[in-house]
């Protein structure tokens, strides 16, 4: 993010300087389970129902008071089987095993009423209204009962019963309107939010936990896990208007539970959220979070106690269209698959959006292992962490089926779409070409900023690469105001570490690169004095250097050849056969000798003289026949 | 046995930073004190009279806090919306905001409800201040209009439409009640005369303009905006003075430490800089956390407030001296002190008859064992642990001293496994290191040569010379590679000194040194 320019910033200083006056966000959630219908609620009031499989709008509603009171929030029921028609409310899981559908959906309105919309039927299924004096912010549907919860910004949270179409409780929640509402998976436990997160016990309606932090309106909840509140393994996320991190909690058995434990970074405010919960502790929770600008963020975390650190997305997705200078297309929700490798978008406007099935965007292993990759002709994914630039992601691929309801986009060949691959991944690997590579581009810039600002964490990045390529264009593109600097800069690494042997290519891609800029200051002496005086004091030892690491190779060889030799010496004598009498007598009393050499430490005479003729003896052998073996030899019973 | 000679330390400059007066000054704060506020915390001010509490204006609430406090001994809540700029009058009695609703609210710092309610913008307002008089109230807002305000009746006064962008930023004159300066987002700032009802003079800053400040003296200004910090000499009629770049983003705010003489530059780099206000160059950097939004000097520098886009806001107070000087007293105390110090601290008068004693030499370990002549047990001493890894220059001097001597052979014999392993760790840890290299090389050929018999008995000895060898290994290619570098160095230097012939042996060779430039290339 240090690449943004200025102008960038100020909006950001702006936006974070606004404070938190609500946004209008349009309800949209995907059916539970198959995810095979997405309801979306447009700004008219009309509840549209797009089939995922197909691409084709499904069923589309028009609330009689859709313009007066519009809906402000939806949900799913949970998935039961379509038998008889909605007349069943109860469901019966002895029954037949028919196909469970998703079915009914609720929706808050506006003006305090809740609509239960039949999917099946196609039609209104009942009105739940009377218990609400404000607008109603949020729909819950109990795991297993048909029950409804609802929250209110008339504080209040009811608790409807579908079977009778009655209220069967309602209590006060908050000071504050009730913006958020989630039900624990096991069914007992209610999350409500104003700014205080609340935990109730559903039994008893009694507030279990609380727990304060958000300073803005609660808009999202949700379980992380399953297990039960006592084991201090239940977590619970939470975001915020305008904020922009995801908090996670734990419930902790002692009570300890005042602050959250993980966060997660996002880049907006939370939009959409998705995630599949971790039954134990070896599972890890995912999650896949779109943002209010229209990005998804997508994280995997093992949920298993504090983290100080608010922890990055593992990958980050922005569509965009395929123009001469690409377009962000904002996406409107996203659900995670099954299988860890798949992840439905639905992206666009709301009157028309787009829904995809993306496959593998969490391991970039994977993504090689897709066979034909397609780039789809309206939308490519971008450079995860690189908002606004123009290179697509080489690997990444969407199994897109082909549509047959496409909106305005013209299809292209497979043979175009492979150029276009193509084309991209040539121009990240034409270096020779001098094209321009994303990652050299940026390490430009990052190093002028840094080399501005005297920025020692930015420098650091910039300087622990230790690709020669990457160094020698980063150097190339670098304009000639901050050459003198990033010398200075070389120099002063130079005088403070023992080893900066990474700055000395960086010293060395200047210098060749700019030559003729150095050569042309009047005071390059000046300039480069300080620079030359420290290499110098450094290379003074060369010399000695040299002749010590020639003694210690020599010395450390004999190590190795000794260590070789003393197991196989025996067989070497063999392998040469050499049958002489000398040799043979050297060899035993090399072997009888060797023994209280090699236990004995002090050095004394003997030992050496014999360590020089165990030496000999080595080179000898390693040469029978030689001439100069024979003098070796010699020599060797000579000290012996 | 008097003249024998201690084994002189050789005294290495310390690397690193150059240690300045500023660099001592800016680094003598405390560790700051962080405090979450509900959102950006967008301007902070001091009160000008004591105690010098100070406003902190974030999302939309004004905190009041006391000058060592955690907690806001003050909070202004009643904000519709977001709420701006919050600035002490000149006694410090009042306090005026803007706000996102485009209404100027002014406080009674004791009271809890806004005295006066100034209705007349359309849109937010960003800079509200008090004039010199005290009576009227200068407003800056994002409908492209200041205005002045009368604060008794709360009436306005004047408008001045004269900015074609948002008014985000500006101050008023000590000195003249009708002089007042505005920034705006068309990189502009004017200099307003209330007398004359129009704008005296114009500067173009050149980008959008976040910051305005005055020099005490109100001869010089000082702006902000997108990366540069300018500054402009009033009294020659907005004459650019100098422009300083040193942020890679945007300068958000700005500061005069108390006494004038230090500039302090805030941005959403995340970087404070101070200049100095004689040659305004950087004389000390601060690093924070998030980017910087606001940035505030307490009266004689005794804290540092900074607010962040993060909602956190930062609190260094000053050391103070004397806390510091009494502990590190209390610290060289002990027990025994008052026995060795006995009479030691008697000053002689005039009539005192003096016994000049000679003076005990204190003599280190080592030293006494070099004194002995136990060179081995000399360099053990000087290879202990804590003098080893703490002052590793001690074991250079002691093995430097009997290289001198000679003895250094005799000293580095006779080792068991043990020994050598240390020695060996010792050449290993401070072998690279240029100063120590020399007299370290030597120390390794002579236990190369004394221990060369034993090599391959122990695998612990054995392992740490093959991690000298790759050490030494490394080192030389590095070696190499730099005197690359100086033959590079060499060629250039060779091919720009002539240049200074150049006007006297004539152009023809003056073109053949630009064609000699290419073959460095090549040769390189």
């Given amino acids: 993010w240090e690449v943004l320019g200025p102008s960038a910033h100020v909006s950001a200083l702006e936006m974070a300087a606004d404070g938190g006056s609500s946004s209008l966000q349009l309800p949209c959630v995907f059916s539970p389970k198959s995810r095979q219908f997405l309801a979306l609620c447009a700004q008219d009031g009309r509840l549209r129902i797009w089939n995922t499989d197909s691409k084709t709008l499904h069923q589309e509603y028009v609330p009689s008071a859709h313009l007066s009171a519009t809906c402000t929030c939806i949900a799913w029921g949970p998935c039961r089987t379509v038998k008889e028609g909605p007349q069943r409310k109860k469901r019966k899981s002895e029954a037949v095993q028919v196909e469970e559908k998703a079915d009914l959906l609720a929706m808050g309105t506006a003006a305090g009423t809740v609509l239960i919309y039949s999917t099946a039927k196609g039609a209104l299924h009942c009105t739940l209204d009377g218990a609400h004096s404000g607008g109603v912010n949020c729909v819950q549907w109990h795991p297993e009962e048909s029950l409804l919860y609802s929250g209110s910004d008339d504080t209040n949270i009811v608790e409807w019963d579908l079977q009778t179409g009655k209220t069967r409780s309602k209590w006060k929640a908050d000071r504050a309107a009730v913006t958020s509402l989630c039900v624990s998976p096991d069914g007992k436990l209610l999350l409500s939010a104003g700014h205080i997160i609340k935990m109730w016990d559903l039994d008893t309606k009694e507030v279990y936990r609380k727990f304060t932090g958000h300073s803005t309106a609660v808009t999202t909840l949700r379980f992380a896990t399953t297990r039960p509140p006592d084991s201090n393994g239940l977590y619970f996320l939470s975001g915020a208007a305008h904020d922009r991190l995801l908090s996670v909690w734990q419930v902790r058995e002692d009570g300890k539970d005042k602050n959250s434990v993980v966060s997660f970074t996002l880049t907006d405010e939370p939009q959409h959220i998705d995630l599949v919960t971790s039954n134990s502790k070896e599972e890890a929770v995912r999650l896949a979070v779109v943002c209010k600008d229209g990005q998804l963020h997508l994280f995997e975390h093992f949920l298993n106690g504090p983290c100080k650190k608010p922890l990055s997305p593992s990958c980050t997705v922005q569509m965009s269209d395929t123009k001469e200078s690409p377009m962000p297309i904002p996406l409107l929700a996203a659900v995670l698959g099954a299988d860890t490798r798949t992840v439905m978008l639905a992206y666009g406007s709301h009157l028309q959006p787009v829904m995809e099935k993306v496959v593998s965007l969490l391991k970039e292993t994977e993504i090689h292992d897709v066979k034909t990759p397609i780039v789809n002709a309206k939308s490519k994914v971008l450079v995860p962490g690189l908002p606004g630039h123009q290179a697509p992601l080489k690997g990444t691929s969407q199994g897109s089926e082909k549509r047959k309801k496409d909106t305005d986009t013209k299809e292209m060949s497979i043979a175009e779409r492979l150029g276009e691959i193509d084309l991209s991944t040539i121009s990240e690997k034409g270096a020779s070409k001098g094209t321009a590579s994303l990652q050299t581009d940026n390490f430009a810039v990052l190093l002028v900023q840094g080399l501005e600002s005297n920025d020692a964490s930015i420098l650091n990045k910039v300087f622990q690469t230790r690709k020669d390529m990457v160094i020698k264009k980063t150097v190339a593109r670098l304009p000639l105001s901050a050459v003198l600097p990033l010398v200075e800069e070389v120099t002063y690494t130079f005088v403070l570490s023992y080893r900066a042997s990474l700055m000395v290519r960086w010293l060395k891609a200047v210098l060749m690169h700019h030559t003729s800029y150095l050569a042309s200051l009047p005071d390059l002496v000046t300039q480069l004095g300080v620079l030359y005086h420290v290499i110098e004091s450094r290379v003074k030892m060369f010399h000695k250097l040299t002749k010590l690491h020639g003694k210690l190779y020599l010395l450390m060889t004999q190590v190795s050849a000794n260590i070789c030799s003393a197991a196989s010496f025996k067989s070497v004598f063999e392998d040469y056969s050499l049958t002489s009498q000398e040799l043979s007598l050297s060899h035993k009393e090399r072997m009888s000798l060797s023994s209280p050499h090699f236990c004995s430490y002090t050095p004394g005479s003997c030992e050496k003289s014999l360590h020089v003729v165990s030496k000999h003896l080595m080179t000898a052998l390693r040469a029978p026949g030689d001439r100069f073996c024979k003098t070796e030899l010699d020599f060797v019973l000579f000290s012996v | ?524």
């Fill in chain 2, 1 to 524: 046995m008097a003249s024998f000679k201690p084994t002189k330390i050789q005294v290495y400059p310390k690397l690193g930073e150059k240690v300045t007066q500023d660099t001592l000054y800016w680094k003598n704060y405390k560790a700051p004190v962080q405090i979450k506020e509900f959102g950006a915390v967008t301007s902070i001010d001091f009160s000008p009279v004591t105690p010098h509490n100070f406003a902190v204006t974030a999302f939309t609430r004004i905190h009041i806090y006391g000058p060592f406090s955690q907690e806001p001994v003050k909070s202004f809540t009643r904000f519709k919306d977001t709420a701006y700029c919050g600035r002490f009058r000149s006694d410090g009695q009042l306090l005026v905001a803007g706000c996102e609703d485009s209404v100027v609210r002014l406080f009674d710092v004791s009271g809890k409800v806004a005295l006066r309610l100034f209705k007349g913008h359309t849109k937010a307002v960003h800079l509200t201040d008090f004039t010199s008089d005290r009576y009227q109230i200068l407003t800056g807002s994002d409908d492209y209009t200041c205005r002045l305000w009368d604060i008794p009746n709360a009436t306005e006064l004047t408008t001045y439409r004269e900015h074609t962008d948002y008014i985000r930023c500006g101050v008023t004159s000590k000195l003249n009640r009708d002089l007042f300066i505005t920034g705006s987002y068309d990189h502009t700032v004017k200099l307003f005369d209330a007398r004359v009802e129009k704008s005296v003079i114009t500067m173009d800053h050149g980008q959008p303009v976040e910051s305005v400040l005055l020099y005490p003296s109100e001869g010089l200004l000082v702006s902000a905006g997108g990366r540069h910090v300018k500054v402009w000499d009033l009294l020659k009629g907005g004459q650019p003075l100098v422009s300083l770049k040193n942020h890679h983003k945007t300068v958000t705010s700005l500061a005069l430490s108390s006494n004038g003489q230090r500039l302090l530059s805030a941005s959403l780099d995340r970087h404070v800089k101070v200049y100095s206000t004689t040659n305004y160059k950087v004389v000390h950097n601060f690093d924070y956390a998030a980017s910087i939004l606001s940035l505030a000097l307490a009266p004689d520098d005794e804290s540092i407030v900074v607010g962040m886009t993060n909602s956190i806001l930062s609190i260094k107070h000053r050391k103070n001296q004397e806390d510091s000087k009494e502990i590190a007293g209390q610290q060289r105390r002990r027990p025994s002190y008052r026995v060795f110090v006995k009479g030691k601290n008697y000053v002689p008068k005039q009539d005192d008859y003096l016994v000049s004693k000679p003076v005990k030499e204190h003599l280190a370990k080592y030293d006494k064992q070099l004194r002995r002549f136990n060179v081995s047990k000399a360099l053990d001493t000087a290879l202990e642990t804590w003098i080893r890894f703490r002052k590793p220059e001690i074991t250079m001097a002691v093995i430097k001293e009997l290289d001198r001597r000679g003895t250094l052979k005799n000293a580095l014999a006779g080792r068991d496994e043990r020994g050598l392993s240390q020695l060996l760790n010792f050449l290993i840890g401070n072998f690279v290191d240029a100063r120590f290299t020399p007299v370290l090389v030597t120390a390794a050929e002579m236990i190369l040569d004394i221990y060369q018999s034993i090599i391959g008995q122990s695998p612990l000895v054995d392992r740490q010379l093959l991690r000298l060898q790759d050490l030494v290994e490394k080192e030389l290619d590095y070696q190499k590679e730099l005197l690359e570098v100086l033959g590079m160095l060499d060629t250039m230097f060779a091919s720009s000194l002539p240049r200074k012939e150049v006007p006297c042996s004539g152009i023809g060779k003056s073109n053949g040194l630009t064609q000699g430039e290419p073959t460095t290339l090549d040769w390189v």
